[in-house]
């Protein structure tokens, strides 16, 4: 299993001999193997990689192994684990978009424009029936949205420039540029 934490760059187009493709790059910073948890001191095997320092603040992921004899800590993780054509999968906060009406939240719609609707044109509709007399639960509504941990299934790894320590990868990855993205092989 192969894993190391990475910093969204943004999209751009490559073209090659499949022809135009649409990546995002991701740069890999060396992550550090700061802690190695065993089945005997804490019941499950893992190993923590942190990211160096941004914006004061640590980031760390832990990620779950079979084993970890061959890992040592205070080891570095590059890109250079990674090959041209792996399948990978990429975890990380979804851009968060504030509260937002049903409309743009749940692709509602709307009401009519015209035929004696005045300011009806965004607004949800109905939300309930006479009986029980309150909002059911999961009743889709106007909310915060956005911001949730989200993964990204079957990325192909198009590119990887080992000077540049970036990673490009086809697809769309979850979150906004300089967010700490988590690649996994699947």
Not at 24 to 46: C, F, H, K, Q, S
Not at 65 to 87: A, L, M, P, R
Not at 144 to 159: C, D, F, H, P
Request: proline share 3%; glycine share 12%.
């Amino acid at each position: 299993m192969k894993f190391v934490l990475g910093k969204k760059s943004g999209m751009t187009t490559i073209y090659d001999d499949e022809g135009a493709q649409n990546v995002t790059l991701v740069n890999v910073v060396p992550n550090t193997i700061d802690m190695i948890r065993t089945e005997e001191r804490d019941g499950y095997n893992a190993i923590r990689l942190s990211v160096d320092k941004t914006k004061n603040v640590d980031h760390k992921r832990e990620f779950r192994v079979d084993s970890t004899d061959e890992f040592k800590e205070g080891e570095t993780v590059t890109v250079d684990i990674f090959e041209i054509g792996d399948k990978v999968r990429v975890s990380a906060v979804t851009k968060a978009k504030g509260f937002q009406g049903v409309v743009k939240r749940h692709g509602f719609k709307g009401g009519p424009a015209t035929h004696g609707h005045r300011h009806a044109l965004r607004a949800p509709g109905s939300i309930g029936s006479a009986y029980p007399q309150h909002v059911i639960k999961g009743k889709k509504m106007a909310g915060r949205m956005g911001g949730n941990y989200s993964t990204v299934r079957n990325l192909k790894i198009v590119a990887i420039d080992k000077e540049t320590n970036m990673i490009a990868l086809k697809g769309a990855v979850p979150g906004v540029a300089g967010r700490i993205v988590e690649i996994v092989s699947e």
